[in-house]
């Protein structure tokens, strides 16, 4: 369904994503993880068609997704890593300019609207302004918005972001429910228990190459580790995380 | 010990107070931090000479009238420099009055301490009094700046103008120090004015209300400074019938008495208007200071306790509107979606309303200006034909209010946030320009049809009303068509353009935009309703440009394909790269 081959993003003399390809067949969760600053919101936002490659291409079905990048975006549902909506619109008129924008007609868009709404407890704050939500409230809005017009692939960067412990469990099901379903989705996270729970597949990203692609289980197992925190901070090697807790609190204490 | 190591440890910490001076200080000219890349990217220094730039510029045109050269080339023998200066004086401490009130009414947000502010500095081990007093020496210390700076070049210039033709050095600096006193205090006065109203609305409405109330008080305060503004070219002439005229009210006239008092050439209302002057700023600075600490108690302390919100419509309020838009205007999704963002965007953000409660204002005080010069004899004169001046009222306020949309639609809001529109939209769309037109007219047309035809027809019958609608609806398009072309953006989604070299060309082109649109349509207009042929005709050729003008010189070649959503400033040159040719 979505083949990336050898991406490569450059600013200047920087490279932020190198050579990165990786296949998203239908019924996958491929799993993208990295420390900060591996080049995955570079990698997502290439991948949706936001920024142009230096190198390489993303395809989608077999074509180059520019080729139509509009009839694209129709399949794609996107959660944005950070919650950035206009404050003075209600949640009701956000979803309702998404809906439109996205071509869903207005009588289908209202029923959506509203079951997606009560499914996701913000039936009593539709109207209210976006800049009275939460952290969390936001991050539903966003999530209602990508999932609103049936999408084929789903692209979530850190959708867990700020979610009450109930909606993350739902998120998490959904994610699982998603894949079963037949649509390929493509997660970004921190969190390496959730990753582990919900991927098939996974993307493990270094300064902007891929340190290891493959399915979960086949990734736990080459590098010999029972869960998949204790195999990243294997293969990332970058830090002791447990001797800069250490430093912390020297540093804390002015040693 | 423990006491020494305290002390030596206090006295070893960075003091908070002037850093926190320097924050509250810092965030007028950046922002408040919440969306920094809506804010115009203007450094300090570019805002400061902006903001003296009008009273450098009116200085300089004074020059012709103080010249003793070109006073004894224009035949006037003694001109009396004090006398003579009296309008111009008026002028400045309006000028200064002005610029500072906008300026307080602008960057209210970012002068008072918000929730940002609560949530960064309560935290930390720094009193609510500490806060409290950095940010009221910070806003004394703004409300100087802002004084000095407006006034700063026209605090030498004018006087060294005016002194021309006076060679004593005691004469120039006996003027300069009155001048600059009595418009740094009519500077304060404003700014203190605008804090003491918007603060007195905090203590009185409730939090929920207040940001939303706010809103229309300060476009209401921008509407009065640009009035105020119009008083300049006509109060200085009514200065003679002092205190019996009605300009006795109006704070500039004070001010005004107050400088003849210092120049010790007041007449008797002359100086009872400069004690008043003195008066309302004690009055007005303690009351600013009142409602400062009472809003500050009541607002900021009680952050917590509140529930963050913005300017809001009602829950259903506009649904209608939107639904008519759809059935009878608005053909594609696109339209409808971002016709509904862009008109919740004029009446919600508070930005964009305040850009056109200002152009509105203009519009306004121009109306009033037609109509004053339409007054004869104190009452309107309604028999025989609509004079020029009655119909260009609203080709003005027309113009004003399209050139102000159009202004606003380059300010973008919250730009963060238009990935929705990057990721939903076609970016080779052509929607662009009539999606703004909609926008535009929609703001246009209806006052025309409600007010316009209903009160022409009513005072100059059928005819005239038909026809200065129509007249006035094809101007608004053609204006709408001309403002518009190779417009390739969504309205409020992209980056702000900078100032450009065109920048000072462009607002030259509006002026004369002006009289083009009001004063040669509202004369042609009165002259071709003489004949019913000639009306015809008039309408007819305006119909056929509005179908001619958007086609004619438009190079679709040429036009850029995609949208628009970072604009850069032109480069001063292109670095050519000869490489990939070889």
Request: aromatic share 10%; proline share 4%; hydrophobic share 50%.
């Amino acid at each position: 369904m979505l083949e990336a081959h050898g991406l490569t993003k450059s600013y200047a003399s920087v490279v932020a994503v190198k050579d990165v390809s990786f296949t998203l067949a239908r019924g996958q969760v491929l799993g993208c993880l990295g420390p900060n600053g591996s080049g995955k919101s570079t990698t997502v936002k290439m991948l949706i068609g936001l920024l142009e490659p230096s190198g390489g291409k993303v395809l989608f079905n077999g074509e180059d997704i520019h080729e139509d990048l509009a009839g694209f975006r129709k399949l794609l549902g996107y959660v944005p890593e950070e919650p950035n909506l206009y404050p003075y619109l209600s949640g009701h008129e956000y979803l309702e300019m998404i809906g439109l924008l996205r071509g869903i007609p207005q009588a289908t868009l209202g029923k959506k609207m509203n079951s997606l709404l009560h499914l996701f407890s913000l039936d009593a704050h539709r109207h209210a302004s976006l800049a009275s939500y939460s952290k969390g409230m936001r991050q539903r809005i966003l999530l209602i918005a990508a999932l609103m017009d049936d999408p084929k692939l789903l692209i979530f960067d850190e959708p867990l972001s700020g979610l009450d412990v109930t909606t993350a469990l739902v998120l998490k099901n959904l994610i699982r429910e998603l894949g079963q379903q037949g649509r390929a989705v493509f997660y970004c996270s921190h969190v390496l228990e959730v990753v582990e729970q919900v991927c098939s597949h996974l993307l493990i990203l270094r300064k902007g190459e891929v340190l290891a692609y493959g399915t979960t289980e086949a990734i736990q197992h080459n590098v010999e580790h029972s869960s998949l925190e204790k195999a990243f901070v294997h293969m990332i090697e970058e830090v002791d995380t447990n001797q800069i807790a250490r430093d912390v609190i020297c540093a804390m204490e002015g040693q | 010990m423990s006491g020494v190591l305290t002390a030596m440890d206090s006295s070893t910490r960075a003091r908070p107070f002037p850093l926190l001076v320097r924050l509250f200080i810092a965030r007028v000219f950046r922002g408040s931090g919440s969306s920094e890349d809506t804010e115009l990217d203007l450094s300090i220094g570019l805002i400061l000479a902006l903001l003296a730039l009008p009273g450098a510029f009116y200085s300089l045109f004074l020059l012709e009238k103080y010249s003793t050269l070109l006073q004894w080339m224009h035949g006037q023998k003694e001109l009396d420099p004090l006398a003579g200066a009296l309008p111009d004086e008026y002028f400045f401490i309006v000028i200064s009055m002005v610029v500072t009130g906008v300026v307080a009414v602008w960057r209210w947000d970012s002068i008072f301490p918000d929730r940002r502010d609560y949530a960064n500095l309560v935290p930390l081990p720094i009193s609510l009094r500490s806060i409290f007093l950095a940010n009221l020496a910070a806003i004394l210390l703004l409300a100087l700046l802002l004084a000095v700076d407006v006034n700063a070049a026209s605090a030498v210039l004018f006087p060294l103008v005016v002194s021309a033709s006076e060679n004593t050095l005691s004469f120039f600096l006996h003027f300069v120090g009155v001048h600059t006193f009595v418009v740094v205090l009519a500077s304060v006065f404003s700014f203190c004015t605008v804090f003491a109203i918007v603060g007195a609305l905090m203590i009185v409405v409730p939090y929920s209300s207040f940001r939303r109330i706010s809103f229309y008080l300060r476009a209401s305060l921008l509407a009065c400074l640009v009035a105020m503004l119009s008083t300049s070219f006509t109060v200085p002439a009514m200065l003679g019938s002092l205190p019996r005229t009605y300009v006795r009210f109006l704070p500039p006239v004070w001010f005004l008495g107050l400088c003849q008092l210092l120049r010790g050439r007041a007449t008797a209302p002359f100086a009872s208007m400069g004690h008043i002057a003195l008066f309302s700023v004690l009055i007005i600075g303690i009351v600013g200071f009142v409602t400062y600490a009472l809003s500050y108690r009541r607002h900021f302390v009680r952050i917590p306790e509140t529930v963050d919100v913005s300017a809001m419509a009602d829950r259903d309020g506009g649904i209608w509107l939107f639904r008519v838009a759809d059935r009878s205007f608005l053909r594609s999704p696109f339209q409808r979606a971002a016709f509904r963002f862009a008109i919740k965007t004029l009446l919600r953000s508070e930005q964009h309303g305040l850009v056109l409660g200002a152009f509105f204002g203009l519009g306004i005080v121009v109306v009033c200006q037609f109509l004053f010069t339409s007054l004869s004899g104190g009452r309107l004169e309604l028999a025989g034909d609509a004079s020029p001046d009655i119909l260009a009222i609203p080709l003005a306020l027309s113009y004003c209010v399209i050139l102000g949309l159009r202004f606003a639609f380059e300010i973008p809001t919250d730009l963060r946030a238009n990935w929705v529109f990057r990721l939903h939209i076609d970016h080779t769309t052509k929607e662009c320009v009539s999606l703004a037109q909609r926008v535009i007219l929609t703001f246009v047309l209806p006052w025309i049809a409600s007010v316009v035809l209903p009160v022409y027809v009513y005072f100059w019958g059928w005819r005239v009303g038909i026809v200065h609608a129509i007249v006035v609806a094809l101007c608004s398009l053609l204006l709408t068509q001309i403002l518009l072309r190779n417009f390739r953006k969504i309205p409020f989604t992209c980056s702000y353009p900078p100032f450009g070299q065109s920048s000072v060309l462009l607002a030259l082109f509006y002026v004369m935009g002006f009289f083009a649109f009001v004063s040669l349509v509202s004369h042609l207009e009165h002259w071709v309703l003489r004949s019913l042929l000639g009306t015809i005709v008039m309408i007819v050729a305006m119909a056929v440009a509005c179908i001619v003008v958007p086609r004619v010189g438009h190079d679709e070649e040429n036009v850029e394909d995609t949208l628009l959503f970072e604009e850069h400033a032109p480069v001063a040159f292109d670095l050519l790269d000869l490489r990939k040719g070889s």
